[in-house]
């Protein structure tokens, strides 16, 4: 689990940042195409003190709608989506 030096406010969750450079087809993405896509599948970095069903280290599922705010932090590329962007927690 990492442990990032910053506390999410609210009910703001820190997922890591995944990029695709090719799709499940191999189809290589040129451009910005790749900022758009990520798998929807992350474990949760840091939760806000508002979250009610999310915590830190819970395995979730993102709407693949989402835009998040993305982020580094401690060097590492995150982004950051409310609590209502997850469909679902997968459980261990």
Do not use: Y
Request: with cysteine; proline share 5%.
């Amino acid at each position: 689990m990492a442990n990032l030096n910053f506390q999410p406010t609210r009910d703001w969750l820190v997922l890591p940042l995944r990029k695709q450079d090719q799709t499940d087809a191999g189809i290589h993405l040129m451009g910005g195409a790749e900022k758009s896509l990520r798998t929807n599948i992350l474990t949760v970095l840091a939760a806000g003190p508002k979250c009610e069903l999310i915590k830190e280290g819970d395995t979730v599922m993102v709407h693949p709608a989402t835009e998040g705010l993305v982020v580094t932090i401690d060097d590492q590329e995150c982004i950051m989506v409310n609590e209502f962007s997850i469909c679902g927690v997968i459980p261990s």
